[in-house]
């Protein structure tokens, strides 16, 4: 892996569980980190902004104790995802406090700017920048990221429309630093596949909201269970940006999915419910078919590890 040693040293699998919105808390990345992924969360997550050091310390605390136990199986990095749009006000506090705690990898979105990197960079963490295009690589890479999260047609959330092939292999042909498939991967073979492509590991995000330690209404974890890709509606009207989420939801809050009106940027709520994006109308990729049933984190990780090592070995034979 392009990953430097020390950190790809702890990694099970080649796999960074993706920042979920709402949903990812502390008991959820340090159980990935304890699985040996990287675990994450966005900060704005902590709410008030006081929280994030807090969290911070308990997930330093708690994943430090766990190495002290299990040496021989010490727990792999931990990530802090920061939306970088000047929209954010958090922002520069936020990054601070990551800042103080010398987080081991900050993964950027909705935009690229190298002061955010500078700082990251002071303590010698690691930056990964999400992209949709090889445009926006190019950009995060210009402005300092260190690696890259190529987001691809059927990622969960905030997604483009490039196929994985399409944007690995365009990326692959300038930049040989870290880079991760994001969209639709859900099992083992899935994470063997982003690494036949060129990419050094995947980054899978909505398997994980079906797990125990998700901080994920109940509903929204069966209806992952039971959805499949073509349960899985493409849109920018909750929040302006094109995003892939779960139809039911979208049922839920009195619209019809298939007959839904351009964003108005500026608009959250919608529809007579006032139901809101992320809360209401829930973030989910293609790949949920995959997701048969509801377990831990230890669970999941431990089925992607057999399925990566039987897919292995049949291409082996």
């Not at 797990?211 to 890709?229: L, N, P, S």
Request: aromatic share 6%; net charge negative.
């Amino acid at each position: 892996m392009a990953l430097p040693e020390p950190l790809a040293a702890r990694l099970r699998l080649p796999v960074v569980a993706a920042p979920l919105f709402i949903i990812s808390h502390p008991p959820l990345v340090m159980a990935q980190c304890k699985a040996g992924i990287v675990g994450s969360f966005p900060a704005l997550n902590a709410r008030p902004a006081a929280q994030l050091d807090e969290w911070l310390c308990e997930i330093e605390e708690t994943l430090a104790a766990h190495d002290r136990d299990h040496p021989e199986s010490p727990a792999a990095p931990f990530a802090v995802n920061q939306i970088v749009h000047r929209s954010n006000a958090r922002l520069e506090a936020d990054l601070e406090t990551c800042v103080r705690h010398k987080v081991p990898i900050v993964i950027t979105s909705l935009g690229a700017r190298p002061e955010v990197n500078e700082a990251v960079h002071s303590y010698g963490g690691l930056v990964l920048h999400d992209v949709i295009d090889d445009r926006f690589a190019r950009k995060a890479i210009e402005k300092g990221a260190d690696g890259l999260v190529a987001v691809a047609a059927g990622a969960g959330g905030h997604a483009g429309t490039l196929s994985p092939f399409a944007l690995v292999s365009e990326i692959r042909q300038w930049f040989d630093g870290p880079l991760f498939l994001s969209g639709a991967i859900a099992t083992g073979g899935n994470v063997l596949a982003a690494q036949a492509m060129g990419a050094d590991g995947a980054y899978i995000g909505s398997a994980f909201i079906a797990t125990h330690e998700a901080r994920a209404a109940e509903a929204y974890k069966q209806g992952i269970v039971a959805g499949r890709a073509a349960d899985i509606v493409y849109t920018n009207l909750f929040t302006g940006i094109h995003g892939n989420y779960l139809r039911a939801s979208i049922e839920a809050a009195g619209l019809d999915p298939d007959k839904l009106p351009e964003s108005d940027p500026s608009a959250m709520d919608f529809g007579a419910s006032g139901a809101k994006a992320w809360k209401d109308v829930w973030g989910s990729g293609q790949g949920i078919g995959a997701v048969e049933s509801r377990g831990s984190v230890a669970d999941l990780v431990a089925r992607l590890s057999a399925e990566y090592a039987a897919a292995r070995r049949r291409l082996a034979n």
